[in-house]
């Protein structure tokens, strides 16, 4: 079976600090690994995913995420962090032709000016 | 080109009544996956349908029960409420294929479903 933890329920930074959210997996085979936001009364957003290569992975408003397979984490950061960027933030992990997702219980993201 | 669309957005139903949720995917896409979030959680997979069947399932009784039509949408069925099927249900399409099948899926907006 396959499993996903977020750590920490609530990671505080203050804008122009950089930031990370911890996400460690457990999955038998090769993941495939995803990064979500959600804003409140809204669905997901895809916001960037590894799948092989390079294991720093760039994605969407200047958020990158590091793969290591050693530590089986993949950690979200930014260099620097806006106020906007406070959010709920979900890690998933995807098998090969599992096709369902499974979701970290999510951690809270607040950006303070 | 519109994306993955859910409705409705707000349902308030009681107990022992029956629900329906729908969803339409994200043109292009033949795969539509269902999720209950609960309060503070991540979303929890109910199940998924592709070319009119059920596919996958997760540990979600069968009051729970799903449906999709030829044009890709689906319908969530949720039998004999209970207050703890109070959550946001979220629907998920992406296209099925080898190749993409690592793509990320598109979510709806949800439909907040509350059980009095």
């Known amino acids: 079976a396959q499993s996903v933890a977020q750590p920490e329920d609530q990671v505080n930074v203050a804008e122009g600090n950089p930031l990370t959210v911890k996400c460690t997996y457990s999955v038998s085979g090769n993941p495939y690994l995803f990064w979500y936001v959600q804003y409140p009364n809204r669905g997901l957003q895809f916001l960037l995913k590894y799948i092989t290569g390079d294991n720093l992975v760039k994605g969407s408003y200047g958020f990158e995420a590091e793969f290591n397979k050693s530590q089986t984490s993949f950690h979200l950061k930014k260099p620097s962090a806006l106020v906007s960027d406070s959010a709920l933030y979900f890690c998933?992990?995807?098998?090969?032709?599992?096709?369902?997702?499974?979701f970290g219980d999510g951690t809270t993201l607040t950006v303070k000016p | 080109d519109a994306g993955v669309t859910q409705s409705p957005t707000h349902l308030i139903k009681t107990r022992g009544q029956q629900v329906t949720l729908r969803c339409s995917p994200k043109s292009g896409h033949d795969t539509v996956s269902w999720y209950q979030q609960a309060l503070g959680q991540g979303p929890q997979f109910i199940f998924q349908?592709?070319?009119?069947?059920?596919?996958q399932r997760g540990n979600f009784p069968d009051r729970f029960s799903g449906h999709q039509f030829p044009n890709y949408s689906s319908e969530l069925n949720v039998n004999a409420l209970l207050l703890g099927d109070s959550a946001l249900y979220l629907c998920?399409?992406?296209?099925?294929?080898?190749?993409?099948?690592?793509?990320?899926?598109?979510f709806g907006d949800g439909t907040r479903l509350s059980i009095l």
């Open positions: 349908y592709y070319e009119e069947e059920e596919r």
């Open positions: 998920a399409s992406n296209r099925m294929g080898q190749e993409v099948s690592n793509q990320p899926q598109h």
């Open positions: 998933a992990v995807l098998t090969t032709n599992a096709g369902k997702s499974t």
